[in-house]
């Protein structure tokens, strides 16, 4: 998902909250034809597609290690301070 990419996932996995979250991919059950319609879907449609690709990569950018240091960093100052 960090390399900008539209993504297909299983239902009931910890990424299908990241998916909800940030709309750059799908969860199904583990099923081959849910898999190649899910696939085809995206492939087929670009509008679709580029904007999962968008949504992919903003997401990316918040999980670079540095911004997400900085944001514990700053969690550990504001319980100290509290």
Known sequence: MDAGLPIIGNHGMETEDVFLKHGFGG???????YFARAAVNILSD?????SLVDNARKSAKERDWQVLMAREYQLLQDACAN
């Open 27 to 33: 969860c199904f059950d583990f099923v081959a034809d």
């Open 46 to 50: 670009a509008d679709h597609y580029h």
